[in-house]
């Protein structure tokens, strides 16, 4: 795997980024790479046709995790925590 050095990188940028990657529960580098994942899939998004996806657009789902994205059961917005503990609490 590569590996990217950034010199002079800003506090205040360091800090959102750091925020953010707390948000999601994930490291600041795995952030980073979401981040730059989403922009450069949106890019290509823009200046390419629509058949050309990113390797993660064009991967196959299990049945059982796409049946539970269409009926929205990750709309939500509740914290996995939460549902993991009413889970094992209802054992």
Request: hydrophobic fraction near 40%.
């Amino acid at each position: 795997m590569a590996t990217l050095v950034i010199k002079s990188f800003p506090e205040e940028l360091h800090a959102k980024l750091k925020s953010m990657a707390a948000a999601h529960r994930r490291s600041v580098t795995q952030e980073t790479i979401h981040l730059i994942e989403a922009a450069l899939t949106s890019e290509e998004e823009i200046s390419a046709p629509a058949s050309t996806q990113s390797k993660w657009a064009k991967r196959k789902l299990l049945p059982e995790y796409e049946a539970m994205l269409a009926s929205g059961a990750f709309s939500g917005g509740t914290d996995s925590t939460v549902i993991i503990s009413e889970e094992r609490d209802a054992r």
